[in-house]
């Protein structure tokens, strides 16, 4: 399932950086993540890396896109060709 950021976000642009997909963008007034790039980490970490470092906990799961651990993998490959 990829992250979203709620409306709680403070654009503190902690989140961005630690992004290994380059998934998080900014947005006005808050930070998005594009559901295309997110692959919650899996292949990078064992961890998404944003929820991690983010000082308000915004980033939750976005029930939009539900994704299983396969496809995501699967989303992580895809972005390591064209990369």
Request: hydrophobic share 35%; with cysteine; proline share 7%.
């Amino acid at each position: 399932m990829a992250l979203m950021i709620t409306d709680e976000c403070i654009a503190c642009d902690a989140c961005r950086e630690e992004c290994p997909s380059e998934a998080i963008e900014e947005n006005d007034p808050i930070y998005i993540i594009d559901p295309d790039r997110c692959t919650e980490c899996v292949g990078f970490f064992d961890e998404p890396q944003c929820i991690a470092v983010c000082p308000v906990d915004c980033i939750v799961s976005d029930p939009d896109n539900a994704e299983s651990v396969e496809e995501l993998m699967f989303k992580y490959e895809k972005l390591q060709e064209e990369s």
